[in-house]
DNA sequence: CTTGTTTTGTGACAGCTATCACATGAACTA
DNA sequence: TAGTTCATGTGATAGCTGTCACAAAACAAG
């Protein structure tokens, strides 16, 4: 597959850096791709699939962060990497997904080398702090009615599809709650969501 | 007052720099240092005081996400100098406060030029991305009086003080809550706390 | 001491959400 | 068709938290 598409910005010769030393792989739908507490050795370039990256307490219970699309980096593993420490977060493969590892002693040169890689980092941090502020807003000022309706735009317009296919289950995982308040939420709002 | 204490990783020349280029700003208890949708021109070392970053959203509701200390910066202005944009916070100083000031158009030179400022930046990036991932865990998956206990715990930390000197109306307000439910708490929890 | 202001305590109550228990339904298989 | 499994609907209930109303304390200043 082409990748370079995905990342336009990345001048010819970072590219074939990357290329030399950077690892392709696949992770099957569902496969844990980065787990609590886990020793980071290199940062991933989201190519084709979705990441769902989210925070897990000691009770399992769990809670959605956000989404690395195609073209994105996981911005954890980058300061994890630069610091060989370990992550606070857990990583899956939301579908099948393919990502280019890129291994963590590559990255100060790159970061000093090029430019655009520089530039991309920085952008990837900015994205990602940006969401991160944007889920405290939800949690902090909203219910759980508001939070739901974030999550079904943000998943709608992720997937491109106006029909989400997710169990109630799955929704009251992501958004920390239970199935039965999904299930009421999503009737009573139900008439209010088709207009 | 000799601020290069607070920094002893960044090499002399790159103070030197600095020195010569950045202003320093002293800000009073309460004085606003930077609003929700302001243009960011340049980047804050704090040098004396506390900073108090916080969320607003738009029915005068507030949430505390973090105290930004002596010897810190503020990872938003980073982010948002870096890419000239505005940012989605709001700071303001807890105690007078002293800053300084590093435009934005140097920026980039000393990313480029100095290691030690690089690895300032991005250990700058990792500490607030753990403290926002912290947050994050604790609105998520805590009640009100777990989410007081880790209020004055960090509170305790920062001020260095055993004795808190705020008033509940002030704490609930952090925690985007309100006072008789501070009140009630900190009665009820105030027998385990004293052990 | 008296008055006014700020802070804290308390009871009543309503709304939201988690949980339990169980019913219903849909989809698939033997 | 009957049985099995998974997803969803529903009622009852309890706990947490926000809100209102008002009382009690603490504090400052005249």
Redesign the interface.
Known sequence: MDWKKLFPQFEPELIEIIEKNAVQKTFAAGEVIMRTGQYIKSTALVLEGQIKIY?E?Q?G?E?L?YYLEPGQAC??SM??A??S?TS??TAIAEVDTEVLLIPVQLMDDL??QYKSW?QFV??T??S???E??S???N???HNMDERLEFYLKRHAKNSGKNVIETSHQQIADDL?SSREVISRLLKKDGAAKIS
Chains 1, 2 share one sequence.
Do not use: H, K, T
Request: net charge negative; aromatic share 14%.
């Open positions: 925070r307490n009770d219970g809670f962060m911005a954890v300061i994890c630069l610091q420490e606070e977060i970061m000093n520089y920085i952008q941090y900015r990602r702090f940006d991160l502020i889920v405290v807003d949690i902090a000022f920390n």
